[in-house]
């Protein structure tokens, strides 16, 4: 298991048992970003993108990232 997957998995247990939001893939993007943000330390999201390990490409994953943001704006 590597590092990055050990932020990830903490991050994503302390989200799950402190926010309850209306979609469960909320909180799995939220935890992805902060363990992005942790692992990168950019705030950039190609850089925090880059850092994330899924199995696709990370310009989806980018893009994942600047929607829930969007969201988040409202």
Do not use: N
């Not at 935890?31 to 950039?44: C, D």
């Amino acid at each position: 298991m590597t590092d990055r997957y050990k932020v990830y998995t903490k991050i994503l247990k302390v989200l799950k048992e402190k926010i309850k939001l209306s979609h469960p893939g909320y909180v799995l993007t939220l935890a992805m970003m902060i363990a992005g943000l942790v692992t990168s330390r950019k705030a950039q999201l190609p850089a925090v993108s880059a850092e994330i390990e899924a199995d696709v490409k990370e310009s989806s994953t980018e893009m994942r990232f600047r929607r829930w943001l969007k969201k988040c704006e409202h």
